[in-house]
């Protein structure tokens, strides 16, 4: 067993293999092909032929029927492990034969476990599978890997919340591993050097000749509803994209401003993403779902996103100057026309505010403030944006709650806040009462 093991014998020589593989090849009647057999134990053995295998039954990870077993995917595989077969005083890759005598001799690979980062992930990313291509320099091929499970690694590069890095392992020696900005150097690396990734699909009629299956309509060409289709065809579906603005991206598009994401990066995505499979519909607002069924559609999926929010339940909030960050980023992403005036308060103290507050200087804001209800420390907001804020002279006032939006005539005055003391800051004593006044923003 232990030469087994080993995989060979002292003489240098395969040890055991003939019986061995027997034994593995019968226990391998009847099962999955995509399972990697393993032989755990061996029972019995008197007489010769009562033996029992204990066998490991594991997810290979690789089509059995597609591998050869050549080893050209093992001398690509950047990732190395410790050698199992060789009692972890070896090193080998995680693409690997199991064993030399393996049978059958496909390869597998090793996975231990779930990564902290993917399962933080909502696209459920292997952020360690691109940067370790990275490591090697293989960007292509880490734009690649990206893709296959985010259609948006120059969006997701820059704007993504990041969650990954939050639960990133490597923060606990010293800071998480940079994964959102390695997604951006991949992605800028293969659109400066203009490398097509588009890879068209076939359909399921040109796969199969089986004609009548019908085609999917998909309502929204946000980052869900582009998703969907990408999957969609893949799967070898035909897929119509409805669109009522007149281009696609939806909250990618209108609700992050293009200091952070400029269109021709997001359109080079949507590039990607759009194959024969798919046909995109923009200007097109969908009034019935039924009709498209009678149009021949065999599914629906409403992918409108959320671009509608609710204003602040207090007074003066329907005042027309008070308006909601996510549609003032809309407005001028439209080019519609919109007065900010020259003093603009933010409420709020998240990446939108961020975003909403270096807007409004880009635009024609003289003086921008944000107030928020958490402490300076505490923000929700990704603290590059807050000091890239603050460069940029965007007064914070912390730890605030808002209580009426003030107006006189229909001139709006400002915003009746109140301090917010920590626990602390009240046990200690530092501050004792909570003072109400008018934040004059305006
Ligand atoms: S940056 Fe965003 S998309 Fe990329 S791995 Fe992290 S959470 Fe996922
Ligand atoms: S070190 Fe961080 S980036 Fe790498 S696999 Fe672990 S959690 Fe993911």
């Known amino acids: 067993m232990k030469a087994e093991k080993m995989g060979?014998?002292?003489?240098?020589?395969?040890?055991?293999?003939?019986?061995?593989r027997m034994k593995t090849a019968l226990a391998r009647i009847n099962t999955d092909d995509e399972i990697a057999e393993e032989v755990y134990r061996i029972?019995?053995?008197?007489?010769?032929?009562?033996?029992?295998?204990?066998?490991?039954?594991?997810?290979?990870?690789?089509?059995?029927?597609?591998?050869?077993?050549?080893?050209?995917?093992?001398?690509?595989?950047p990732v190395l492990v410790s050698s199992e077969y060789n009692t972890g005083l070896?090193?080998?890759?995680?693409?690997?034969?199991?064993?030399?005598?393996?049978?059958?001799?496909?390869?597998?690979?090793?996975?231990?476990?779930?990564?902290?980062?993917?399962?933080?992930?909502?696209?459920?990313?292997?952020?360690?599978?691109?940067?370790?291509?990275i490591s090697e320099k293989r960007f292509e091929d880490a734009y690649r890997t990206i893709v296959r499970e985010n259609p948006f690694p120059s969006v997701c590069g820059r704007v993504c919340k990041h969650y990954c890095e939050e639960e990133c392992?490597?923060?606990?020696?010293?800071?998480?591993?940079?994964?959102?900005?390695?997604k951006q150097f991949v992605s800028d690396w293969v659109y400066a050097n203009n490398v097509t990734i588009t890879e068209k699909n076939i359909t399921f009629e040109e796969e199969t000749g089986v004609k009548g299956i019908k085609p999917v309509a998909i309502i929204g060409s946000g980052p869900a509803g582009l998703a969907a289709a990408r999957d969609l065809a893949q799967m070898g579906h035909r897929v119509t994209v409805f669109e009522s603005l007149p281009f696609a991206g939806g909250m990618m598009r209108v609700g992050v401003p293009l200091?952070?994401?400029?269109?021709?990066?997001?359109?080079?995505?949507?590039?990607?993403?759009?194959?024969?499979?798919?046909?995109?519909?923009?200007?097109?607002r969908i009034e019935s779902i039924h009709k498209l069924f009678e149009e021949g559609?065999?599914?629906?999926?409403?992918?409108?996103?959320?671009?509608?929010?609710?204003?602040l339940p207090i007074p003066g909030s329907d005042l027309p100057q008070v308006l909601i960050g996510t549609e003032m980023l809309r407005s001028i992403a439209l080019s519609k026309e919109i007065s900010l005036g020259k003093n603009v308060l933010v409420l709020g103290g998240g990446n939108v505010a961020?975003?909403?507050?270096?807007?409004?200087?880009?635009?024609?804001?003289?003086?921008?403030?944000?107030?928020?209800?958490?402490?300076?420390?505490?923000?929700?907001?990704?603290?590059?944006?807050v000091s890239s804020g603050e460069k940029e002279d965007i007064t914070i006032l912390p730890s605030k709650s808002f209580l009426e939006i003030v107006s006189t005539e229909g001139r709006l005055e400002g915003v009746r806040c109140i301090d917010i003391f920590s626990k602390d800051s009240m046990r200690t004593g530092a501050r004792k009462s909570r003072k109400s006044k008018v934040q004059n923003a305006y």
Not at 43 to 64: F, L, M, Q, S, T
């Open 90 to 133: 070896a090193e080998e890759k995680a693409i690997s034969r199991r064993y030399l005598q393996a049978v059958p001799s496909a390869f597998a690979i090793r996975k231990d476990g779930r990564s902290p980062c993917r399962a933080a992930c909502p696209a459920e990313q292997r952020a360690q599978g691109y940067i370790a291509v």
């Open 169 to 182: 392992t490597r923060g606990r020696v010293d800071e998480p591993v940079s994964i959102m900005k390695l």
């Open 297 to 311: 559609f065999g599914a629906v999926f409403i992918a409108t996103g959320a671009h509608k929010r609710k204003k």
């Open 354 to 385: 961020m975003d909403v507050a270096r807007t409004a200087l880009r635009e024609d804001a003289e003086s921008v403030k944000i107030a928020c209800l958490e402490s300076r420390e505490k923000l929700p907001a990704d603290p590059w944006k």
């Open 43 to 77: 029972i019995g053995g008197k007489p010769v032929d009562d033996i029992h295998v204990v066998h490991e039954r594991k997810a290979r990870y690789v089509d059995e029927k597609k591998c050869t077993g050549c080893g050209e995917c093992a001398e690509k595989c």
């Open 8 to 20: 060979f014998n002292k003489m240098n020589v395969p040890c055991a293999a003939c019986f061995f």
């Open 259 to 284: 200091f952070r994401l400029p269109w021709k990066r997001l359109d080079w995505d949507i590039e990607n993403i759009l194959d024969g499979n798919i046909e995109l519909k923009t200007n097109t």
